[in-house]
């Protein structure tokens, strides 16, 4: 039990080493670009909305390798028999899904519950990066009432 306490530990730090390490190298890639979508021009919403998707696959991709990264370890550590398995079981795990078609022998079960606990901590920390960030770009901003103005028939003095 105190293994497998101390296991679940370290992945959590080494998964959330990942994470911060991926939410860093997104901060720096959006550092070098952002400066390209300031306007309100088509160009600039356009790059506006590249930015935005290619931190969401950035993340997206942060998930994955955080995902394929336990399943590894279950694989390595003698949890599960075969890697196709050990990823489906880390993806329902991860994400907190658990569909329990699949499920761990009693000594790993911790360990598995942590990676779910771990999922939903690091997905939430997306999450807020990512809300962070589009409001930063302000990417899903509209000037409503400029767009109203423009739209509304002028009125005539009586």
Known sequence: ?????????????????VHLVGILSLLYFLRRNAHRARGQSTLDLMWQGSLMLSVVLGVF??????????????????ALNDFP?????SATAFSTLGFGDVVLNPEWRL??????VTGLILIGWSSAFLLS????????EHNWEAYAKRGQPKRRRK
């Open 61 to 78: 991709l942060l998930h994955t390798a955080e995902v394929w990264l336990y399943a590894v370890v279950y694989v390595a550590l003698g």
């Open 133 to 140: 960030v589009t409001s930063r770009l302000r990417v899903l």
């Open 111 to 116: 360990f598995g519950s942590v990676e779910g």
């Open 1 to 17: 039990m105190l293994l497998n306490l101390f296991l679940s530990v370290l992945m959590t730090v080494a998964v959330v080493a």
């Open 85 to 89: 398995t050990a990823l489906y079981f």
